[in-house]
């Protein structure tokens, strides 16, 4: 019976050693899986040490499982802030979750403090209203914000009742689209006008017995039509070709003064003599660049002095270069322009008055063409003018643009290089 007591008493002592064991592993374990950061595992006895090293193991893993997806969140979002189209996701509900940078500009949106508002509330344009009623996303819809901002927005669902919203910016495409629109419809009407008088006139006469003499009257009054026809499509033909030719090469020389001279000629012959013409140069440089773009542009301002200047008036054609850069200015004592039709004279077919321009056998392309040309020659076109007293066109160029004038092959000294002495 005592010994049977020890044994028991043993055991128990045994027993509640290996509790007391068991228990403190158990509490090193919670103490250790409780620390907020990964740390080492404490020392196991026994199997608990390989318990340890087996947790120990799978929370690494684990965290840096979270990590890679906490970096991929990261460099998903950064992708999407960098994207040109807004995105903003939105979850059951049509609500917002997130949206980058862009989407919070083109729809007026603030991440933080509007995350969880519906998309509805915040793009109220009946055209959008109607998009989601309708259900129907495969396309965009277009939406004009303001008074001057037009965005396609599009919905692409996602996941379950998640959806993208996309967003762009389409003011430009639209502008453009609109100007297209506007100069298809111009040129038709440029066309049709001369067109309409020239066919009247052959219908005349194909169906009526007409003399000879009466024939050349008519045919004289047709010419001046298909002329406009001509200039117009010339005019055409180099708008187009200023805008798909590649740049102007820096390197090639126009030299200034004989074009200058011919600019002037080309005044003379005209005006015909009812205008007084002067020039003057100043400075000692050439030109970089297309000759046959920059006399385009300077005889267009030219034509224009003479052509809205009344007989007796006065074009003055003026050159300036310095380090600064150089000027090509032509003055006139013409009808002038009110300050309201300024900043449009360089937008195509535009014209203070048509009649006046076509009379004088203006296509509304000329100014059009000189802003043109000057940009591509990184020039600036400059308008001064008062109405009934004159006008000033200032064709602006950066010195970048200038080149030294060289010695003219001509002149003594250089008559001596050219004879190899
Ligand atoms: P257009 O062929 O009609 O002359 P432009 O593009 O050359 O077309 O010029 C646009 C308009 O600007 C003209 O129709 C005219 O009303 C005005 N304009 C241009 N140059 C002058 C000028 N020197 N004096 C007065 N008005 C001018």
């Given at each position: 019976m005592g010994l049977l007591a020890l044994v028991l008493g043993v055991v128990a002592a045994l027993l509640a050693v290996a509790l007391w064991r068991e228990r403190r592993e158990l509490g090193r374990?919670?103490?250790?899986?409780?620390?907020?950061?990964?740390?080492?595992?404490?020392?196991?006895?026994?199997?608990?040490?390989?318990?340890?090293?087996?947790?120990?193991?799978?929370?690494?893993?684990?965290?840096?499982?979270?990590?890679?997806?906490?970096?991929?969140?990261?460099?998903?979002?950064?992708?999407?802030?960098?994207?040109?189209?807004?995105?903003?996701?939105?979850?059951?509900?049509?609500?917002?979750?997130?949206?980058?940078?862009?989407?919070?500009?083109?729809?007026?949106?603030?991440?933080?403090?509007?995350?969880?508002?519906?998309?509805?509330?915040?793009?109220?344009?009946?055209?959008?209203?109607?998009?989601l009623d309708a259900g129907d996303f495969s396309q965009p819809v277009r939406i004009v914000r303001g008074s001057e901002r037009t965005l396609a927005l599009q919905l692409v669902p996602f996941g379950q009742d998640e959806h993208l919203l996309l967003s762009q910016d389409v003011?430009?495409?639209?502008?453009?689209?609109?100007?297209?629109?506007?100069?298809?419809?111009?040129?038709?009407?440029?066309?049709?006008?001369?067109?309409?008088?020239?066919?009247?006139?052959?219908?005349?006469?194909?169906?009526?017995?007409?003399?000879?003499?009466r024939v050349r009257d008519y045919v004289a009054l047709m010419a001046p039509q298909a002329e406009r026809m001509k200039r117009l499509i010339e005019d055409l033909l180099t708008l187009s070709a200023l805008e798909h030719s590649p740049p102007p090469p820096a390197e090639e020389r126009i030299v200034v003064r004989p074009l200058l001279e011919r600019m002037r000629a080309e005044a003379e012959a005209l005006s015909g003599g009812r205008h007084r013409i002067t020039l003057s140069v100043e400075g000692a440089h050439d030109l970089a660049g297309a000759e046959s773009e920059i006399a385009s542009a300077f005889l267009n301002l030219v034509s224009n002095a003479v052509r809205y200047t009344p007989e007796g008036g006065e074009v003055r054609l003026v050159w300036r270069s310095g380090e600064e850069g150089a000027e090509f200015t032509v003055e006139d004592t013409g009808i002038?322009?009110?300050?309201?039709?300024?900043?449009?004279?360089?937008?195509?077919?535009?014209?203070?008055?048509?009649?006046?321009?076509?009379?004088?056998?203006?296509?509304?392309?000329?100014?059009a063409i000189v802003k043109h040309a000057l940009a591509r020659h990184d020039a600036t076109l400059a308008i001064e003018s008062t109405p009934g007293k004159g006008s000033r066109f200032s064709a602006r160029f950066p010195a970048a643009r200038l080149l030294p004038v060289e010695p003219d092959p001509v002149a003594p000294e250089g008559r001596a290089r050219a004879a190899g002495r």
């Open positions: 374990l919670r103490d250790w899986a409780a620390q907020p950061r990964l740390s080492d595992p404490p020392e196991g006895e026994g199997v608990w040490g390989e318990v340890f090293d087996h947790l120990h193991r799978h929370r690494r893993a684990n965290l840096r499982r979270r990590r890679r997806l906490a970096e991929l969140i990261v460099r998903q979002r950064r992708a999407a802030q960098a994207l040109p189209y807004g995105v903003a996701m939105l979850e059951a509900g049509l609500r917002l979750d997130w949206c980058n940078r862009a989407a919070a500009d083109h729809l007026g949106l603030d991440p933080e403090r509007d995350r969880g508002q519906p998309i509805a509330n915040f793009v109220r344009e009946p055209a959008f209203v109607k998009y003011t430009g495409a639209e502008r453009l689209e609109a100007m297209r629109r506007d100069f298809v419809a111009n040129v038709s009407h440029e066309l049709r006008t001369p067109l309409t008088v020239l066919s009247g006139f052959l219908e005349t006469i194909r169906d009526l017995k007409l003399d000879a003499d002038g322009i009110a300050p309201e039709h300024i900043p449009r004279l360089t937008e195509r077919f535009y014209r203070v008055d048509r009649g006046r321009s076509r009379e004088t056998g203006g296509t509304g392309l000329g100014l």
